[in-house]
C-alpha cells in the first residue's frame, strides 16, 4: 500500500518529468523507461509490438527540433544529444497503457504514481486558472472605482495593487532557467563574480 509520506516524495519528482510538447503534456520514454525499471530500448519495442493500443493521442515521436528544445530546456537529457533515435512522447492515457503492455509489478505500481501527478498537475493548473480570473475581475472592479480620497486613499490602492501583483507571481508558472549566452575563459571561471562584472569597463 502506497503511504502519503511515499506519495509526496514520488509525485513532485515525476511533475518535474512532465512536459508540454505540442500542447499536450507528456513524458518522454527515456523518463518513463526509467520509472518503470526497464531500459528505453525494452519499453519501446513493447510499444512498437502492440502499436495498436497506442493512438496518436496516446504516443507520438519527436521530430529534430522538438528534441533539440527539449535538451536545451533539461538538464538530465543531455545524452539524447549523442542518440541519432529521436524519442518518443507519451501523454498520460499513453504512460498508463505502456504500464500495461510492460506489465511487471514496478511498471504498474509506478504505473499509478504517473496517472496522479498528471491528474495533479492538471488540477494544480485549472486551479491556478480560476485565480488569475478571479485576479482579473478584482482588478477590474478596483480600477472602475472612483479613485478619490473618499472612495479609498492613494497609498490603500497602491498596497492592493501590490497584493494583486504578487498572488499572480505565486500562481504564475515558473520559468525555465536562462542559460548565458556565449562562453566563459577560464581565466573568466576563475575570476569572482564581481570581477567579471566590471571586465572589459573602461576606467573613467
Known amino acids: 500500500m502506497m503511504s502519503d509520506q511515499h506519495n509526496t516524495v514520488m509525485l513532485p519528482r515525476i511533475e518535474s518529468r512532465i512536459q508540454v510538447i505540442r500542447g499536450l503534456r507528456a513524458m518522454l520514454d527515456v523518463d518513463l523507461a526509467t520509472l ?3 531500459p ?3 519499453l519501446n519495442e513493447q510499444v512498437k509490438r502492440n502499436r495498436d493500443r497506442f493512438p496518436a493521442d496516446f504516443l507520438f515521436q519527436l521530430t529534430q527540433n522538438e528534441k533539440a528544445e527539449v535538451v536545451a530546456n533539461c538538464d538530465h537529457l543531455q545524452n539524447l544529444k549523442f542518440s541519432k533515435t529521436l524519442p518518443f512522447a507519451f501523454t ?3 504512460a498508463i497503457q505502456a504500464a500495461n503492455v ?3 509489478s ?3 505500481e509506478m504505473g499509478i504514481y504517473v496517472v496522479r501527478a498528471f491528474v495533479q498537475l492538471r488540477q494544480s493548473l485549472a486551479a491556478n486558472a480560476d485565480i488569475a480570473q478571479r485576479l482579473a475581475e478584482l482588478e477590474t472592479k ?3 472605482l472612483e479613485m478619490s480620497h473618499d472612495t ?3 497609498n490603500t490602492r497602491l498596497q492592493l495593487r501590490q497584493l494583486l501583483d504578487a498572488v499572480r507571481e505565486l500562481t504564475a508558472p515558473p520559468e525555465p532557467p536562462k542559460r548565458p549566452i556565449g562562453f566563459l575563459t577560464h581565466e573568466d571561471k ?3 563574480k564581481a570581477s567579471r562584472l566590471t571586465k572589459g569597463r573602461k576606467a573613467p
Request: aromatic share 4%; glycine share 8%.
Open 36 to 38: 518503470y525499471g526497464v
Open 40 to 42: 528505453t530500448k525494452r
Open 92 to 94: 498520460e492515457h499513453g
Open 102 to 104: 510492460l506489465a511487471s
Open 106 to 108: 514496478q511498471a504498474v
Open 142 to 144: 478596483t480600477d472602475s
Open 152 to 154: 479609498i486613499s492613494r
Open 190 to 192: 576563475a575570476a569572482p
